[in-house]
């Protein structure tokens, strides 16, 4: 069985920090290319991060670049999305997702799919 579950959301005020997680099972994430994207109401999905698998590069969304840091921890098969100094327009569900043969900013071509943890920045 192929799952993604998310962890790590909650409610802070501006500036504050979280640490989101995926935990995979089914699969090993090292190969694939991992992805973080977040949605709100009313939205569609919005590409926050990539890493390129095994190649270890990442890329970033403009509007969080020097804020929100990607990583992947292979001996727990978990990866992260560290997000610094948030803002009330970071507010959304994130989700992760991971692709083995793609590494695309559009979340229709990634195969995987977790079923979100909700982020909330208060002014």
């Known amino acids: 069985q192929v799952q993604l579950v998310e962890s790590g959301g909650g409610s802070v005020q501006s500036g504050g920090s979280l640490r989101l997680s995926c935990t995979a099972s089914?699969?090993?994430?090292?190969?694939?290319?991992m992805g973080w994207f977040r949605q709100a109401p009313g939205k569609g999905r919005e590409g926050v991060a990539r890493?390129?698998?095994?190649?270890?590069?990442?890329t970033y969304a403009d509007s969080v670049k020097g804020r929100f840091t990607i990583s992947q921890d292979k001996a727990k098969n978990t990866l992260y999305l560290q997000m610094n100094v948030l803002k009330p327009e970071d507010t959304a569900m994130y989700y992760c997702?991971?692709?083995?043969?793609?590494?695309?900013?559009?979340?229709?071509?990634?195969?995987?799919w977790g079923q979100g943890t909700q982020v909330t920045v208060s002014s």
């Open positions: 890493l390129y698998g095994d190649r270890g590069q990442t």
């Open positions: 089914g699969f090993t994430i090292s190969p694939y290319c």
């Open positions: 997702a991971a692709d083995l043969y793609r590494c695309s900013w559009s979340s229709r071509e990634y195969s995987y």
